[in-house]
C-alpha cells in the first residue's frame, strides 16, 4: 500500500483467479474436489479508472440477478486470469493433475 497525495491508502496488490477452458473460458470450478476460483468487489477501495471499460459493461449485463449482493463501485478482483483447472505438473517425481493458480 501506499499514501496517496490527497492521504489515502491506495493498494498495490494483484490477484491471480483461475479459469478454465477457451471458447468461452469461464471461471475454473471442480466438482470433485470443491475448487472454485473467484473474484469479486472491494468493499474498502474504490475501483481504478483503468478498469472502467471493462467492469462497466459486465455489471450492465448482469441486470437486477445479484443486485445488493456486491460492492458495485468497489475494486474489481481478480486483475489477471490464468488457466487453472486440471493442469499437468509434476510432484516428487509423479505427474499430477492440478486446480488453481499456484
Known amino acids: ?41 472491494s468493499n474498502y477501495f474504490a475501483r481504478p479508472a483503468y478498469q472502467d471499460a471493462f467492469v462497466e459493461p459486465y455489471i450492465t449485463s448482469l441486470g437486477d440477478q445479484f443486485k445488493c449482493l456486491y460492492n458495485t463501485p468497489g475494486r474489481a478482483y481478480p486483475d489477471i486470469s490464468a488457466q487453472g483447472f486440471h493442469y499437468a505438473t509434476i510432484w516428487n517425481g509423479t505427474l499430477v493433475s492440478l486446480d488453481g493458480t499456484r
Not at 9 to 20: A, D, S, Y
Not at 27 to 35: D, M
Open 1 to 41: 500500500m501506499s499514501l496517496d497525495a490527497d492521504g489515502t491508502f491506495k493498494p498495490f496488490v494483484t490477484t491471480v483467479g483461475g479459469t478454465m477452458r477457451m471458447n468461452p473460458e469461464v471461471v475454473a470450478f471442480n466438482p470433485g474436489n470443491n475448487y472454485a476460483s473467484g473474484g469479486g468487489f
